[in-house]
């Protein structure tokens, strides 16, 4: 027996909630409303970007007209805040005198051997050694026969480290033909590694160092032997009064150059 009732009333129910089928007229007005919607988004769109255009300055021109003051421009950068971290924590103990030498070339290019002079004097004041004055690389492609002295001020090199490590200019007479230990120090070693290479001296008394590539600035130092790292490199490495002198004269010209301009 069917329901007639109910029939009835769910065909009620779907015609309500069911869209009727749109008219051509309707859906053509539909697009006609959205283009124009489009176009309008467009038009507001392109003035916002040409009058953010408009307000930007004219770099070009800018830099053509605009002198920097020679003192300013020769001024050290910005510092935003940050200080320099290179002094002693009041824990720290001076260096003392020590019959054991570390001998070192350094490899690589300039930045690389400046970055891998300041690990070996990490490692000599970690391993409690006398750290001869470096040898820079000499047998590598770059075939520069520089020595420390030409590049570094070798004087201030010793004197500014000096409560740091002792550092001397050759190893001594006495020790030129003793057997050496060669090392390669392996990279990214922390202290606890140059803490174990002590045990070389029980059998050397010099420590040869192939290279300098130590690469300790990641390796969980202690805060006086990063800072330490910081005095030899920004501080200690000095380059030498003949370049110091030419980089004056370079920056005089400049100077000269950025007033006549």
Same mark, same amino acid.
């Given at each position: 027996?069917?329901?007639?009732? #109910? ?6 129910? %779907? ?5 009727? @089928? ?19 988004? =467009? ?6 970007? *040409? ?13 053509? $007209? ?6 300013? *421009? ?16 009041? @824990? ?13 070339? #350094? ?7 400046? %970055? ?23 047998? $590598? =492609?770059? @075939? &520069? ?43 990214? #070693? ?33 805060? &006086? ?11 200690? *490495? ?12 370079? #920056?005089?010209?400049?100077?000269? %150059? %950025?007033?006549?301009?």
């Amino acid at each position: 027996m069917v329901n007639r009732g #109910s029939s009835h009333y769910r065909a009620s129910l %779907t015609s309500r909630f069911l869209p009727r @089928k749109a008219s051509p007229y309707a859906i053509t007005l539909y697009i006609i409303s959205l283009f124009a919607f489009s176009v309008f988004i =467009f038009l507001f769109n392109t003035r916002n970007i *040409l009058e953010e255009d408009e307000q930007k300055p004219n770099f070009s021109g800018e830099f053509q $007209s605009t002198q920097i003051p020679e003192e300013e *421009l020769w001024d050290a950068p910005f510092s935003y805040g940050l200080q320099s971290c290179i002094k002693r924590t009041a @824990k720290y103990k001076a260096a003392h005198g020590s019959d054991r030498y570390i001998t070192v070339r #350094s490899n690589g290019g300039l930045n690389q051997m400046r %970055t891998g002079i300041s690990d070996m004097v990490a490692v000599a004041r970690i391993m409690n050694a006398t750290l001869v004055v470096p040898q820079l690389d000499k047998r $590598s =492609f770059w @075939k &520069d026969s520089s020595t420390f002295s030409d590049i570094f001020d070798e004087l201030h090199f010793i004197e500014s480290l000096k409560r740091d490590v002792r550092i001397v200019k050759e190893l001594p007479k006495n020790l030129e033909a003793v057997p050496r230990a060669r090392k390669h120090f392996t990279s990214w #070693s922390g202290v606890g590694y140059y803490e174990e290479m002590k045990q070389l001296w029980k059998e050397y008394q010099v420590i040869h160092v192939a290279k300098s590539d130590s690469r300790l600035a990641n390796n969980n130092l202690p805060l &006086d032997i990063q800072r330490l790292r910081c005095r030899a490199l920004y501080h200690a *490495l000095r380059f030498s009064p003949p370049i110091e002198s030419l980089g004056k004269v370079l #920056s005089m010209h400049a100077g000269d %150059t %950025t007033e006549a301009g």
